[in-house]
């Protein structure tokens, strides 16, 4: 059964850094593409970034510069380094995981871990 677990999750000010950790559970680790998406209050849940089985990384516009994907193959971890982070990346994040690297096919989620960004 697929199963992933956030961890990391916090508050910091405006410039700080964080490391958001996703356990996974079940097959989908080796087989799919995983990502991370998040969602601020009244707004929809966007992607953020995304690694395909070969290590190629997606990232959204947005965080592209300041936070890097990354993935332990041997602890079935999926990592977000978030340096210099913004008030505007306050939002619930979510580990997901695709059988392909695209937005839309995610479909398996994590439960979110809370970042919050004061200025």
């Known amino acids: 059964q697929v199963h992933l677990v956030e961890s990391g999750g916090g508050s910091v000010q405006a410039g700080g850094s964080l490391r958001l950790s996703c356990l996974a559970f079940?097959?989908?680790?080796?087989?799919?593409?995983m990502g991370w998406f998040r969602q601020a209050p009244g707004t929809r849940r966007v992607g953020v970034a995304s690694?395909?089985?070969?290590?190629?990384?997606t990232y959204a516009d947005s965080v592209k510069g300041r936070f890097t994907i990354s993935k332990d193959n041997a602890k079935a971890t999926l990592y977000l380094q978030m340096n210099s982070l913004k008030p505007e990346d306050t939002a619930m994040y979510y580990c997901?995981?695709?059988?392909?690297?695209?937005?839309?096919?995610?479909?398996?989620w994590g439960q979110g871990a809370q970042v919050t960004v004061s200025p």
């Open positions: 997901a995981a695709a059988s392909w690297c695209g937005w839309e096919a995610f479909e398996y």
């Open positions: 690694i395909a089985l070969n290590g190629s990384t």
């Open positions: 079940g097959p989908i680790y080796s087989n799919y593409c």
